[in-house]
């Protein structure tokens, strides 16, 4: 007599992880990373994804979660990543799904996702360490803490904002520098502020304008590289990027998963634009499958973990600037 197939299972639940401290960017500070946690089991083995519900992107919670519960019937009767990126759109909700199918996939593969998206795993994976928009004395402080770091990210977005970056150039002379702007700079200062960042260990800005003004910057001198964080989403939009922009940051929680951010990987070299891979707010499992992005990548930013106050049980590991890959009992 012939078996039936084993029938999946979808579960979704909402966490909250408080932060280390109070994280203050330019649109404002958070204490927490509210997140959302998606598993599918088919009984004996699980798959898991994290997504981080963005407002800037008219995402909550409870929205998420409903658009999670409406793919309950594809996922149960073993739809793919394929059928799932036709039914739901780019976003979050996607994002977890998309992951949590990766992921129970490899184990029931027994491979990893890496071997499954034909991806060497690099030896070594240099993250960015992220210090808090604040006052320049204290972010010079917060990287004097990590001046042995080989790559900080700086989040600016204030009338300040050079004064913080020499500061923060001046405590931690040696590391590269990515200036974080999260679409707070006004377009008539932009040009000059490039210009000096020059000499101060930049070597990337992230989103200086708001997303609907960012056609001025294929106007103006780049003097550092230029990457579209909130301008960019998934591969349908890289093309009218190309001309405003020198990288793009792929953030899975954009993209709607691993899946596109792959072909988004692809299609972004098409066009001549470099790679950089980042995050929302979250734990080790929402960084897990981004790492398999980071090969292909100039600019990793995966830090998301140490910005909590604790992290999941089998975490990245973060030892100086590297991090691990991720161990299989926590993802792929």
């Known amino acids: 007599m012939r078996r039936s197939k084993t029938r999946r299972r ?31 089991t088919d009984g004996t083995t699980r798959g898991r994804g994290e997504c981080l519900p963005y407002p800037r992107y008219d995402e909550s919670i409870e929205d998420t979660l409903d658009e999670i519960e409406a793919q309950r019937s594809l996922i149960e009767n073993g739809g793919s ?16 799904l998309d992951c949590a199918l990766w992921d129970l996939e490899a184990k029931l593969a027994g491979k990893s996702v890496f071997e499954l998206a034909g991806i060497a795993a690099p030896d070594q994976i240099i993250t960015a360490h992220t210090i808090s928009l604040d006052a320049p004395e204290l972010m010079a402080a917060a990287a004097r803490e990590m001046a ?71 106007r103006i001198k780049r003097h550092v590289p230029v990457a579209a964080d909130e301008s960019c989403h998934d591969s349908a939009g890289l093309e009218a990027l190309a001309d405003r922009y020198d990288v793009v940051n792929l953030k899975l929680d954009k993209t709607g998963g691993l899946t596109e951010a792959l072909h988004c990987v692809a299609v972004a070299k098409q066009l001549g634009l470099d790679i950089m891979i980042g995050c929302m707010r979250g734990t080790s499992l929402a960084m897990a499958p981004a790492l398999i992005l980071a090969g292909e990548a100039s600019f990793v930013d995966l830090d998301g973990p140490l910005l909590l106050a604790q992290d999941r049980e089998h975490p990245l590991v973060y030892e100086g600037s590297a991090v691990s890959l991720p161990n299989p009992e926590l993802w792929g």
């Open 81 to 96: 990543r394929a059928s799932l990126a036709a039914a739901l759109g780019p976003g979050a909700a996607r994002n977890a």
């Open 148 to 218: 042995d770091r080989m790559l900080l990210k700086v989040k600016l977005g204030g009338s300040d904002d050079l004064e913080r970056l020499r500061a923060v150039h001046e405590a931690a002379p040696n590391a590269r520098l990515i200036v974080d702007a999260n679409e707070g700079y006004a377009p008539d200062r932009l040009e000059g502020d490039l210009a000096q960042m020059v000499g101060l260990g930049v070597a990337l800005v992230e989103q200086p304008l708001p997303a609907d003004q960012d056609h001025l910057l294929a």
């Open 10 to 40: 979808l579960s979704a639940r909402a966490e909250t992880w408080p932060t280390v401290k109070p994280f203050t960017i330019s649109r404002g500070t958070v204490n927490s990373a509210e997140v959302i946690v998606v598993e599918i």
